[in-house]
């Protein structure tokens, strides 16, 4: 079984394959049955299966990333 991470909102993740832009840093702005992710690069919005957009994620680059938006917030 492959490593499974949990994604959520705020997160900036690392995917396998780059954008067309050359950009592979996305921003995750909505996580549900898919996950709507930002390219940092070129701004543009994807969305993809929950499955898949895991399968391609290589790395998490703000794990906690959680405690700083609960700072935005406030
Ligand atoms: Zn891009």
Request: hydrophobic share 40%.
């Amino acid at each position: 079984m492959p490593e499974r991470i949990l994604i959520k909102v705020g997160m900036t993740v690392q995917l396998r394959k780059q954008h067309p832009c050359g950009g592979d840093l996305w921003t995750v702005t909505r996580v549900g049955a898919d996950i709507a992710a930002v390219c940092l690069r070129c701004k543009r919005r994807v969305m993809l299966p929950r499955e898949e957009f895991e399968r391609r994620v290589r790395k998490v680059l703000n794990p906690e990333e959680d405690a700083s938006l609960k700072r935005m917030e406030r």
